[in-house]
């Protein structure tokens, strides 16, 4: 069986060795001093061989730089990509930006068949990446409608004894609207809807619907749409 020794140094005996130790390494350190000033010639492959691995180091270096900036630039243009929505809002046999007209009757019920009464709602993403989260409200300014008015539309906004004044519709949660893409949205339908907020006897009167569309990563827009409603008694 074999034993193996442990020594124990007393205080002294370990300084004596760390001198020893010192005086091989100083030793060790001035021949190898007096070698390169007596023998120069040895030590040329040495030092031929040290440049070339500082030379590749420097080398090596530059390249990581010149990475670490395309990364840089790649990340800056990747955090200036944003989507950008765009929102059209067509009333039925109307193309320019004036005002929409509706007709209604005593009661404030729309026409029926009068043109006008249909919007047709697209978003479109005009932008470089995905949007996430799209989400449109449409919000009536001087009119109220019943909460099931507007098929598809989500009722938020309501004032007692008058009615909604703010719809909303939200994109699929699971759904990105990608890039060059466009989503119809519910149609929205005036025909025979009850339109409160008004004095109804009067021969006119003008409302506005603001519509604010918006998505992850996409600033707030707002699109108005002014509406004159005629009274079809007078």
């Known amino acids: 069986m074999k034993f193996k020794s442990i020594v124990f140094y007393s205080e002294k ?7 020893k130790y010192s005086i091989a390494i100083v030793g060790f350190a001035g ?9 120069p010639n040895k030590f040329t492959y040495i030092n031929t061989n040290l ?25 800056y243009r990747a955090s200036g990509l944003r989507p950008r929505l765009k929102l059209q809002v067509t009333p039925y046999l109307h193309t ?14 729309v026409s029926l068949g009068r043109p006008h009464n249909e919007w047709s709602i697209i978003l479109k993403n005009e932008g470089d990446v995905s949007a996430k989260f799209s989400m449109v409200r449409m919000h009536f300014e001087g009119a109220f409608f019943l909460e099931d008015s507007f098929k ?31 989503v119809r949205l519910p149609t929205i339908d005036f025909s025979g809807k009850k339109l409160g907020g008004k004095i109804l006897d ?6 506005s619907v603001i519509f604010t569309f918006v998505a992850d990563g996409v600033p707030t827009t707002k699109l108005t749409i002014p509406v004159k409603v005629h009274n079809s008694i007078h």
């Open 13 to 19: 005996s370990k300084q004596d060795l760390i001198s």
């Open 31 to 39: 021949l190898i001093i007096l070698a390169m000033l007596f023998y």
């Open 51 to 75: 440049n070339q691995v500082t030379n590749m180091i420097s080398l090596f270096s530059l390249l990581f730089a010149l990475c670490a900036l395309i990364i840089a630039l790649l990340a």
């Open 96 to 109: 320019d930006s004036s005002q929409v007209e509706m007709f209604v009757d005593l009661s404030g019920e």
């Open 152 to 182: 598809g539309w989500q009722a938020i906004d309501h004032v007692y004894t008058k009615g909604y004044y703010g719809y909303q519709w939200v994109y699929n949660d699971s759904s990105n609207l990608y890039p060059s893409f466009a």
């Open 202 to 207: 009067q021969s006119c009167f003008d409302f």
